[in-house]
């Protein structure tokens, strides 16, 4: 079936660093995908949705120039938490619907997720 | 924007009885409601959903039930074994984007 490959899984870094995820679409093009960030024993918000070839949306309180997003094709989109801070650490998750012209009601993809820890 | 509330927060249930989660939406524009099983560390796994036009879903054990007039959906386990144990969220969607609930840990005692 459709998959999301998500890497890396694990980052440890740094303040101040600089860290790429990325969510490719294995077997399908993914003209939107959204990214999530987890707290500890809280919930997946969403963060922002990645278009391709198309700027991203993002959501009441997150920093555009903090997470930058670039969706350049149609099977890649990188989240890049710039100049990263220990409140930063988090479980990043992006997710795709199952394809282009997909209906909303299906069953998205999800990625494996990121562990980001910036010490 | 949509606002999805679950409850409880946790529970606690006997190996073999049933465990029922319910979560309310706010957005009548939803039409997707999925139900996830996150275990530590790892993507949320989709254990059943349900549509908007369908009132009552079931899979084996997990059944799934959608009120679209009082915007509230259930999760029902029934014969809750260990392996049942884990954080489930449930979701409402509206054109592709999820809103997750809050979460419930499940903890089912052998």
Known sequence: ?119 | GENVEQHPSTLSVQEGDSAVIKCTYSDSASNYFPWYKQELGKRPQLIIDIRSNVGEKKDQRIAVTLNKTAKHFSLHITETQPEDSAVYFCAAVNDYKLSFGAGTTVTVRA
């Open chain 1, 1 to 119: 079936g459709a998959v999301v490959s998500q890497h890396p899984s694990w980052v440890i870094c740094k303040s101040g660093t600089s860290v790429k995820i990325e969510c490719r679409s294995l077997d399908f093009q993914a003209t939107t995908m959204f990214w999530y960030r987890q707290f500890p024993k809280q919930s997946l918000m969403l963060m922002a949705t990645s278009n391709e070839g198309s700027k991203a949306t993002y959501e009441q309180g997150v920093e555009k120039d903090k997470f930058l997003i670039n969706h350049a094709s149609l099977t890649l989109s990188t989240l890049t938490v710039t100049s990263a801070h220990p409140e930063d650490s988090s479980f990043y998750i992006c997710s795709a619907p199952p394809g282009q012209g997909a209906p909303g009601n299906q069953p998205q993809h999800f990625g494996d997720g990121t562990r980001l820890s910036i010490l």
